[in-house]
């Protein structure tokens, strides 16, 4: 039984910074892939970074490219989301997804099989 679980989510200032840890259990096997989406009130799910635990790589999208890094502790299991300059507009659920195969093409929702119960991340102006 695959679980994931965040933590690390709270309310900040603007310019503020924040790690979001999302810890997992239950692979029977290494070489995943990890995303970390986010929902605002309203919002569609958005995916906001990813990374393939194998081979390390990483990707994220353009409005958080050069203020969040997605990285990756193998030894605990943990995939961290470091946000930095956070502005209100980053005020959201954020979720961490898993699925088995290499991570490819954007970041959408459809292709990830297990999720995390989410952590509340709230940016004030």
């Known amino acids: 039984q695959v679980q994931l679980v965040e933590s690390g989510g709270d309310s900040v200032q603007a310019g503020g910074s924040l790690r979001l840890s999302c810890t997992a259990s239950?692979?029977?096997?290494?070489?995943?892939?990890v995303a970390w989406f986010r929902q605002a009130p309203g919002k569609e799910r958005e995916g906001v970074a990813r990374i393939s635990t194998g081979a390390g790589s990483t990707d994220g999208v353009a409005s958080v490219k050069g203020r969040f890094t997605i990285s990756q502790d193998n030894a605990k299991n943990t995939v961290y989301l470091q946000m930095n300059s956070l502005k209100p507009e980053d005020t959201a659920m954020y979720y961490c997804a898993a699925h088995l195969r290499l991570c490819w093409g954007s970041i959408e929702r459809a292709k990830f099989t297990w999720w995390g119960q989410g952590t509340q991340v709230t940016v004030s102006s």
């Open positions: 239950g692979f029977s096997r290494s070489g995943h892939c």
